[in-house]
């Protein structure tokens, strides 16, 4: 439903509430109140039978159960008092004022009820009128307390925005490795996901929830920690700043329902990246024309791990940046042909495989990604001693005369190496495996199978180099900084330790990848791209119908609640009819009711129909009087003054 229909259903509700809640306390009010004073009837009943005859000279004389029979029971009008109110509020007031006058009044106030005491100092005389007192206020107040929790959970008829997927056009569109891949084919896509991904990091990823933009998927972000000073994940050789070098970003144990996935149960996952700075002396190789960087081999090319030409220096501001990524994926019944099984890219070129040197310590399902980033010609006000964005020569001739600048002028990129992984544990987290594509315990249900296959085909692009290799240098909060007059490219201050930063921009935007990348399955964004190919199993077709994300302009009514509170509002309005409206004794339906079904089951229960002793047998009292009612207080039997 819209927004506004929404809307218009949500003051209906309340309006309803509104006008029901004073009915409703009138209905629950005269139903206790007619059991209150069946109650007090049965007893007084009682006390009349269990006392002694009382004959001769004695019988014209006023018993003390006569003079309290003269003036209203105080618990008779404590009574009146609460039925003639027709608000909780205004009951409480009523009854707080008889409260006070119960504890203050004196012996010469004793005309009105015998309500009264002999002042404070003999409150405890009247405890039990007190309590009752106490006890109808505490609960005027608990079903004025009531009605305000109901208006307010009310609300929640109209529920969350949250919809459930169902695209003809869903599917696991990856590249076609049988397809003609043209350039800026499949590459502009997967460029555009990265773009999307980056920004939606930028501007979500620690925002304020429900931030402009960031209301789509079923978790705004996902979370994660830092731990700076880290063990470096790679050997002394390479590990530029020492063995306590990593900065390292980790998720905690991530339920895949924070992805959108609609499963009872689902499964858990963690991502964690380590990167750290990596020595250059001894891996790098300046040949006439070339530096030659010797990370590991590229097998059959007879090329370096990357080669920059000395020419491609450039001669204007900005930042390069190659991405080399070593990526291991098995396959098997979850997952069908992936585009590359390993990768070595850098801007838009691929080849084969890489292989990283042994000193990397490449386990068998983590992925390794190498950053080789040149920045030439940006200037900065200080001097920077950063590992991988470093600024420590200073420009001569100075192009300002009133302050120095610095830049670097190593032509040689620096090198940031990262460590992607991702394991994947039970709902419970009791049990974990690193290798998605073979879990270790078995799939139970097929919903939960289906659920685990969104989860593997979100992972699959989750990494850093799929963060940055497509937009290159344009991807670095660094190039940020840059300024549009590129005569004097100042860049703004930039941290202490840049490439910590960017490190945990590019972590950030892996894991809005993982979002980016799940949500283009189910809508099948990719249906009408050159060069993709829906690579789906006709197994798990039911993914198309089992992500859930929040919707813009639409919200969801609870149908059943609705109707619920429509069925309760017309049964008070009917059960506050009165039945006998021209007599005295105004009864409504729901009175009715009560009294022929639980009345009289308790009057049975308790001994009081036809209930007869000897000492009040034809109608005379034990004073030898007729008895007769009170119209003050019906329930309270009086001796006839006339009877004697």
Request: hydrophobic share 35%; net charge neutral; with cysteine.
């Amino acid at each position: 439903m819209s927004n506004d229909g929404a809307a218009y259903i949500a003051a209906t509700v309340v309006v309803l509430l509104a006008l029901a809640s004073p009915v409703a306390y009138v209905v629950l009010n005269r139903i206790i109140v007619r059991t209150w004073a069946t109650l007090e009837k049965i007893y007084h009943e009682r006390q009349l039978r269990t006392r002694p005859v009382i004959t001769g000279a004695e019988a014209n004389e006023e018993t003390p159960l006569v003079e309290r029979s003269k003036r209203r029971s105080c618990y008779t009008l404590m009574r009146e008092k609460w039925k003639d109110s027709k608000t909780p509020d205004f009951a409480v007031a009523e009854l707080a004022w008889l409260g006070w006058e119960i504890a203050t009044h004196g012996p010469e106030d004793r005309t009105k009820a015998d309500c009264a005491g002999s002042r404070v100092r003999k409150l405890w005389t009247r405890k039990w009128k007190l309590l009752i007192l106490t006890s109808l206020i505490i609960f005027s107040l608990s079903t004025f307390g009531l009605f305000v929790w109901g208006s307010i959970a009310s609300a929640r008829i109209v529920t969350s925005s949250a919809a459930l997927s169902d695209s003809p056009d869903c599917g696991f569109w990856i590249p076609d490795p049988k397809a003609d891949h043209h350039k800026n084919g499949t590459d502009g896509f997967l460029y555009l996901q990265e773009v999307e991904a980056g920004e939606y990091a930028k501007n979500c990823y620690g925002a304020a929830r429900g931030a402009d933009g960031c209301n789509f998927f079923a978790s705004q972000d996902i979370p994660y920690t830092v731990k700076e000073n880290d063990l470096c994940p790679f050997s002394d050789e390479l590990c530029l700043e020492g063995r306590s070098s990593a900065f390292t970003m980790s998720t905690p144990l991530i339920s895949s329902k924070m992805l959108g996935i609609n499963v009872p149960t689902g499964y858990q996952f963690n991502r964690t990246t380590s990167c750290a700075p990596i020595k250059r002396d001894g891996f790098v190789i300046e040949t006439e024309d070339t530096y030659d960087y010797y990370y590991g081999p590229v097998p059959g090319s007879g090329m370096p791990t990357w080669r920059s030409p000395k020419s491609s220096v450039r001669d204007f501001p900005g930042y390069h940046v190659a991405c080399v990524l070593r990526l291991l994926i098995l396959h098997h019944k979850l997952r069908l042909t992936i585009y590359c099984n390993s990768t070595f890219c850098y801007e838009e070129a691929y080849t084969d495989e890489w292989t990283p040197l042994p000193a990397f310590l490449p386990e068998k399902y983590d992925t390794t990604t190498l950053l080789l980033i040149q920045s030439q010609n940006n200037y900065h006000s200080s001097l920077r001693h950063d590992p991988i964005f470093p600024a420590e020569s200073e420009i001569d001739p100075p192009p300002l005369t009133y302050r120095p600048l610095y830049y670097n002028k190593d032509p040689i990129a620096t090198i940031l190496a990262c460590v992607d992984t991702v394991s994947v544990c039970s709902a419970d987290g009791s049990t974990c495996w690193a290798d998605i594509n073979h879990p270790t315990k078995d799939l139970s249900s097929h919903v939960e199978k289906t659920g685990y296959y969104m989860l593997d085909i979100a992972l699959m692009r989750s990494n850093v180099c799929n963060s940055i290799h497509l937009r290159g240098g344009s991807a670095l909060d660094a190039h940020s900084k840059l300024p549009s007059n590129l005569s004097l490219p100042i860049s703004l201050p930039l941290a202490t330790e840049q490439w910590k930063v960017e490190a945990r921009k590019l972590f950030e935007g892996s894991l809005a990848r993982i979002q980016i990348d799940l949500r283009d399955y189910i809508r099948g964004a990719a249906a009408n791209q050159r060069g993709f190919a829906n690579h789906l199993d006709s197994a798990y077709e039911d993914m198309c119908r089992t992500y859930k994300f929040h919707t813009v302009g639409w919200k969801n009514v609870n149908l059943w609640a609705l109707r619920l509170l429509l069925v309760l509002v017309l049964t008070v309005y009917l059960l506050s009819f009165e039945t006998n409206r021209f007599s005295e004794e105004k009864e409504t339906i729901a009175e009715s009711i009560w009294n022929a079904t639980v009345l009289r089951m308790l009057k049975k229960l308790l001994g009081a129909k036809n209930a007869v002793e000897p000492g009040v047998a034809n109608g005379t009292n034990v004073a030898g009087g007729r008895v007769s009612e009170d119209p003050r207080s019906p329930d309270i039997p009086r001796p006839d003054r006339e009877a004697s």
